[in-house]
């Protein structure tokens, strides 16, 4: 399918029917989440998979009760590391080395620039950080769902403090930024469904520098 088709085919779907994502679909928008872009590759956050019904009410009861919750297949929780440290960068530095078959010692330069960035910030800041990473993450996963024709509904009308708890994020050194909806429209009860969509014009969204 044409890219841009998949984009005007997708909305923020606000009911879904409960149908199941066939595995190879859903396999598909999470090996696309993990090879979404990401600040020097770092990737400091997880995607938590929920596909347990009970644990999916429970969430949907901190989440506004957004019935894509529980209406929908799986719900990813998008949760950023709480903290980012220098033994972080040494694994990432030795995974490199492995994947690659360079040196540790050969990428001194760029273990040394990461690590000389996450010192110059303090904790909330290099949160915030690894939440916008989470957000590149959450968007190529839209797109990736879109092209799957798989829908979905990303959220951040949700409790954090209390998903945290739910999911025993904290003790995982993680805190839960977004999450992601997938599943199938339920056209007959959703008027958003066959609406057009609308964004603002291109003349007016870009302006260009010559």
Do not use: C
Not at 22 to 28: A, G, H, V
Not at 82 to 107: C, F, H, K, P, W
Not at 108 to 124: D, H, P
Not at 129 to 157: C, F, N
Request: aromatic share 8%.
């Amino acid at each position: 399918m044409n890219l841009l088709h998949d984009l005007n085919w997708r909305y923020a779907t606000k009911r879904m029917t409960g149908e199941k994502i066939p595995q190879d679909k859903l396999n598909n928008i999470l090996e696309a989440i993990r090879l979404s872009a990401s600040s020097m590759g770092f990737q400091p956050y997880n995607v938590v998979v929920v596909e347990d019904p009970e644990v999916l009410k429970q969430i949907h009861a901190e989440a506004a009760k957004q019935p894509q919750v529980i209406e929908g297949s799986h719900l990813l929780v998008f949760a950023a590391w709480d903290n980012l440290t220098e033994a972080q960068v040494t694994e990432y530095m030795e995974r490199i080395a492995a994947e690659r078959g360079v040196s540790l010692e050969s990428l001194a330069g760029f273990a040394q620039s990461l690590t000389g960035v996450i010192n110059s910030r303090t904790a909330e800041e290099n949160f915030q950080w690894a939440a916008r990473q989470a957000y590149i993450a959450l968007g190529t996963g839209l797109v990736a769902a879109s092209h799957e024709k798989v829908d979905s509904t990303p959220m951040e009308g949700f409790n954090p403090a209390a998903l945290d708890e739910l999911l025993g994020l904290r003790e995982k050194g993680l805190r839960s930024v977004a999450l992601l909806a997938l599943g199938y429209r339920d056209a007959e009860n959703d008027k958003l469904a066959s609406a057009k969509k609308v964004r603002r014009p291109s003349e007016e969204f870009f302006l260009t520098v010559a």
